[in-house]
């Protein structure tokens, strides 16, 4: 029946179409557009379907992505087609991506597509370039308070630079990845300013109250991001005389995804990226996309149906373009942006694993692995055809937001847990090396989260300073064990903007006041390129650590079983110090390696006994794909160094 329905609005729609658009060769449009139709309308009843001009929205939907496909280079499309056919081709264990900021990396855009072979060097073919476009100077949340979503920042460049950029990386068959900053705007974007100035049609687009009766009743059960420099959820207007909702910073209108017009401007504009030769969207705080009083305003179903809706609609004019879910929410919820069905309800094919990130500093702080077992063992399993983002450090502070169940089951008391967790990492514990700040303490809750550089927390900054070798070294390992595991669990791992050369906490933020009170900025660094040139001297940290990352990355890729097919068994070996999995190929089971990872500062051993009933020959002998040695053994039992890892395949 809806089919039905669904078919004779489609019929009406393409003679509704403007002469222009039907005057093109739309083959292919077409195709999709009749594949995906019944899904589109059905998720754009679902959300919009009560209103009068629905008729009419669903029109200017199909037309905006006609518009888009019409728009796209032959190129483009081309490729488009090759990964329809090809599928499933991002889960390859070829892909390795880094995350940095243009003038983080290079002077500016020009600048970074002549740096391109530094990516080379490393074995990088994926690059996620943080926010580009328009912001306000000192109100620009490093980027995500965009201005215009169609201009590029010209102090880094314009659209010519960032298609060169594009260009440069096809040619050596490197991804591009851009931001799609969704839920907020700047209140300084056009769309503000008209809502500023009094136009209804654009004060629709926000979130915008005469009096604060109905934000309070949204504040009652809506947690806050940055309760020390932007404390809750609404900002008043005083040119307006209103209250706007500012989940965020102050400055940073949400969109109100209940008004289908800012779906279809936010689907233009993905598409308008999709265009320019992104081959991968990463769609900002996701999570928040749909507000309801009385909830947290976070992973709300709606916020689902929404991803839904754009996914299919992109599938539609840009099949070859992914979406990265950058949702930083608890397992359960993060799971659910994969979507919840791979072919009836899809949603973005990748999504960060934060709960991943958070585990792993938890095994560096505690030097063990009780709490990254639990949380591994009780991640819940994915879609096929959908994969992790697996990261160490990103521009974003770190949340310890496991599941208190877990924390429980590996026998610790969660406050307390979270607790020690932030003066590890601040180094108020003793023992600690670790160089970090505390991000965004809520008095309120006790709450806290954690910003530093990868280097700074694993403890290279402080060793430094004592010029201590052995702690240098310690460091050192610290950092190449987490390397191990994101570029094995099973995902595409992403490393972070001068991580592989060690570059540790930049203090410079405290002195500039538009970034002095958000310390992320503390490990948003820039670098320097004659540090960088260190990474060719042997005996320096640069090089120890760029070659091994190097080296690592080069068996990654030739190693199939490390390929994301959901082919991970987890093993419980009776150590608590030592991380455990098996990775298999999905295709020739028999074709496997054995992740070992020593969290502790002693070295530990694994007894090959006790895993010998998950298939593993305790007689067998072993060989390390990373270090191409045979890792020592004795008595049915495999040594590791203090924080040491092996990639074992059986001989
Ligand atoms: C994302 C970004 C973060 C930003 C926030 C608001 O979480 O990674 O840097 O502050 O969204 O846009
Ligand atoms: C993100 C996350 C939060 C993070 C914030 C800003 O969307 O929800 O963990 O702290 O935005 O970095």
Redesign the pocket.
Known sequence: MYEQVSHSLLNAILDDLKPEIRRQDLRHFYTRLGANFYAIYSLFFKLYGHRDDFKQQMLKLVETMAKGYIDRSAELEQIDIQREKDHNWFLSQKWVGKALYTTGFAENLADLADKTGYFQELGINMVHIMPILMCPSGKSDGGYAVSDFRQIDDRIGGLDDIRRVAEEFRKRDILLVLDIVLNHTSDEHEWARKAINGERRYQDYYYIFENREIPDMFEQAMPE??PESDPGNFTWNADMQKWVMTV?HHYQWDLNYSNPEVFIEMLDIILFWANQGVDVLRL??V??LWKQIGSSCQNERNAHLILQLMKDCCQVTAPGVLFIA????APVEVIKYFGEDAIIAKECEIAYN?TLMALLWDGIATKNTKLLYQGVKNLPAKLERATWLNYVRCH??I?F?FDDYDVRAAGYEPFAHRKFLIDYFSGQFEESTARGMV??RNEATGDA?ICGSLASLAGLESAMEKDDPELILMAINKILLLHSLIMSFGGIPLLYNGDAIGVVNDYSYQDDTSKSSDN?WIHRPKINWERAELRKKQGTVEYTLFNALKKMIAIRKETSAFADFNNRELLDVKNEHLLCFIRFNHERPSERVLVVANFDANPQYLDLDVISTKGINAYAQFIDLYSGNKPAQFDRRIVLQAHQFYWLSEL
């Open positions: 991001i940055f965020f900002d705080a999570a928040f950058e949702a930083i929410v934060a974003d502070d949340g937001g991000f965004m989260r992320r």
